[in-house]
């Protein structure tokens, strides 16, 4: 399926034409053009599909011989511009790097369900609103160092590196990039790694800009969807502000893509097509000629190599904007400063909050876990409650009056029950280890007249609840705030002074590749969220590894040199950016079928110089939504092609159908 870039010529009525459709279909089909109509390579179109209706593009003439009764003909032309080749290109690429249909990235494109339905006329046409005057502040000799070269960027590829501590005016910088790119007509995308995100930065881009950007996110409405891509496709949007899917939107006119917290795991879309957007946005970057902003206070190892290696730009902002100092890491050796039973919050972490507080001032306290306890046991006869249908325990949640257990990675959910269902005994169940919510009935006993809230990713599917406290926390109506790592992530709370982590070493279990290079960022995330303004940022680490780099590392401010240390790991054992991984998960219900499958896959791997296949071993979680699974981890060199070996590999061992393959090139989670 190679595009032909040679079709610019008008398609006209009475030919063939190839049409890829937006479903997960192997290739495109061919159309027959209805006398009157005429359509470009790249325009999208209506056609019929089995019994249905698809959209689909034209990806130019077809040459198939048809017999005339199997002919079916395009229904309409979609009232937008055409893809452009590059898109097209684009398109495909993304295909085939993620070994993903083309079609399911076209359906990304076309933004859901029937978006590029023209709007009915709407009624009395509610008047858009008016233009507000710019809000732009004077930027710092660094900052407009930084901007200059950013504005410069503009008109063709480049990847670059805006590498400045929170609080130094990153955003404040590229939007100079933005502003620049707006003068010269050009569409731009911001992307932000969370919904929640957009909310707060949107009021403030809108001052900025002196008019509001569009919002794109699965958040929106029908109605807003299709006005939102509408505008987008015809280049009306001058500025777009989206989570991961924006980056396929049809955008007329893009000149620059700006990535925010390039680092951030979110970028990562592990269901459907499995793709990286902050990769996939230097690909269409580079496929449409326009520049690529990566921001971040803590950029990904994959980032700082490639800046390292010259093929990405650095500008830095080293200092906080204004009187803002960094915050100062303590940690606090939790086996030398013994918690009370029960208790979560040591000693000195009180005493800072105590002190905050009396000064009206707020804190913030971390922990990234949801619910109330991640584990019940029965203290008679030592039962643990697990999911029926992961390998995983139930969580208990207390929030809203309803007392149950829960499972975080299925819809499974049962109400708290009194008995223990192995040994029947009652009243035996013991919650273990905290949850936020666990940790905020601690800070209710501890700080009885603080005013409290909690900020987890529960609240994130409501989007104005999140606001709400957002709000309440920066204009200081709540003092003690207690989040999972939603909390982490861009927010501005001028009061906020004390930050107390609660398990610094949460992240670090597990020996995920990637889990010191996660807890630092994280870590380091949410010690920026305190003494943004005047007052100077204290932050508490409650660990029993205070030597482990990563800790050592944050309370020297010293990031570069736990990079340093993290860079020789990766190259060491050839892991990415050194070498690349891709895994290969079968699932099923049948856990001997699985078994058998994957054993029938070893049988099959291919031989090729540098390529190491690890397994079939069980994933990490065996048990997942009812299904077993088996993985393989394939490693390889830098410069090879992967994909073409999976290719090569799947088509010598077919597994049954039955059975669910997972393919994931550049692995970030290894569930
Ligand atoms: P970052 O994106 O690096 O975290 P921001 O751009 O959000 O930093 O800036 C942090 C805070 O400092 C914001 O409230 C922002 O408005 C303010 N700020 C940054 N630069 C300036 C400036 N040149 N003049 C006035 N305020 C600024
Ligand atoms: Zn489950």
């Not at 198939?64 to 229904?75: D, F, R, V």
């Not at 932000?192 to 409405?221: C, K, M, N, Y």
């Not at 790592?485 to 930050?499: D, E, M, R, S, W």
């Not at 990415?576 to 099959?604: V, Y």
Request: net charge positive; with cysteine; proline share 6%.
């Amino acid at each position: 399926m190679k595009s032909d870039s040679s079709t610019y010529t008008p398609i006209k009525g009475g030919s063939l034409v190839e049409v890829l459709t937006a479903q997960a279909a192997p290739k495109p089909f061919t159309y027959a053009m209805p006398e009157g109509l005429e359509v470009l390579r790249g325009q999208l179109v209506n056609v019929p599909l089995g019994t249905k209706k698809s959209y689909g593009v034209v990806l130019g003439a077809s040459h198939e011989t048809i017999p005339a009764n199997k002919l079916k003909s395009i229904y309409s032309v979609v009232d937008a511009p055409p893809l452009s080749g590059a898109m097209l290109d684009f398109i495909l690429w993304v295909a085939d790097y993620c070994m993903a249909p083309a079609g399911n990235i076209l359906a990304m494109v076309l933004g859901g369900e029937s978006a590029q339905k023209t709007p009915k006329k709407e009624r009395a046409a509610k008047k858009e609103p008016e233009a507000q005057p710019v809000q732009k502040p004077t930027l710092s000799a660094e900052q407009n160092k930084a901007a200059g070269t950013l504005i410069k960027s503009l008109g063709s590829f480049s990847v670059t590196l805006l590498d400045g501590v929170t609080g130094s005016g990153k955003t404040e910088t590229f939007c100079e990039a933005i502003a620049a790119a707006m003068k010269q007509g050009q569409q731009s995308l911001l992307m932000l790694p969370e919904i929640s995100l957009t909310t707060q930065i949107f009021s403030r881009l809108a001052a900025r800009f002196g008019q509001a950007p569009v919002l794109w996110h699965s958040g929106l409405t029908p109605a807003q969807r299709r006005k939102a891509w509408q505008a987008i496709a015809h280049g009306k949007a001058p500025l777009v502000i989206g989570a991961r899917s924006a980056l396929f939107l049809p955008f007329q006119n893009l000149g620059l893509i700006v990535v925010d917290e390039e680092h951030d795991g979110s970028y990562k879309q592990e269901e459907g097509v499995i793709y990286h957007a902050r990769d996939m946005a230097v690909m269409r970057g580079k496929m449409q000629n326009i520049p690529v902003i990566l921001s971040s206070a803590t950029p990904s190892l994959e980032t700082i190599v490639n800046m390292k290696a010259g093929r990405y730009g650095h500008v830095t902002l080293p200092q906080r904007h204004g009187e803002a100092k960094p915050p100062s890491i303590h940690l606090i050796d939790l086996r030398e400063e013994k918690l009370t039973s029960k208790n979560f919050i040591s000693p000195s972490l009180q005493t800072a909050i105590h002190a905050a507080i009396g000064r009206g001032e707020q804190a913030l306290l971390f922990l990234n876990r949801r619910g109330y306890a991640p584990l019940t046991l029965c203290r008679a006869c030592g039962y643990r409650f697990q999911c029926p249908s992961c390998s995983s325990w139930l969580v208990e949640h207390r929030q809203d009056g309803k007392h149950r257990l829960i499972c975080h990675h299925c819809d499974y959910a049962c109400t708290y029950p009194r008995a223990c269902p192995s040994c029947k005994a009652e009243d035996k169940l013991a919650a273990c280890g905290p949850g936020i919510e666990r940790l905020a009935e601690e800070a209710k006993k501890l700080f009885p007249n603080a005013r409290h809230a909690i900020l987890a990713s529960d609240t994130q599917n409501n989007l104005n609840e999140v606001q709400r406290i957002v709000d309440a926390m920066a204009n200081s109506e709540i003092d003690i705030l207690i989040g999972t790592q939603i909390v982490a992530k861009g927010y501005h709370f001028p009061k906020l002074t004390v930050v107390g982590v609660i398990d610094a070493d949460l992240g670090l279990q597990g020996g995920d590749l990637r889990a010191a290079e996660r807890t630092f960022q994280l870590l380091y995330q949410v010690a920026g969220r305190s003494g943004r303004s005047d007052d100077k940022g204290h932050v508490y680490l409650q660990t029993t590894q205070p030597q482990h780099a990563v800790m050592q590392n944050l309370t020297k401010h010293n990031r570069d040199g736990l990079i340093d240390v993290l860079i020789k790991e990766r190259e060491k054992f050839h892991m990415p950016p050194f070498a690349r991984l891709a895994t290969l998960t079968l699932s099923g219900t049948n856990h001997a079928a699985i078994t058998n499958a994957a054993n029938d896959l070893a049988r099959h791997i291919p031989v090729q110089n540098g390529f190491k296949v690890l397994g079939p071993a069980p994933a990490p979680m065996p048990l997942l939504r009812g299904r077993h699974r088996q993985r393989f981890l394939i490693q390889s060199p830098k410069s090879s092609k992967i994909q073409a070996f999976l290719r090569d590999w799947l088509s010598a061992a077919k597994p049954p159908k039955s059975i669910r393959l997972h393919i994931d090139i550049d692995p970030q989670s290894f569930v």
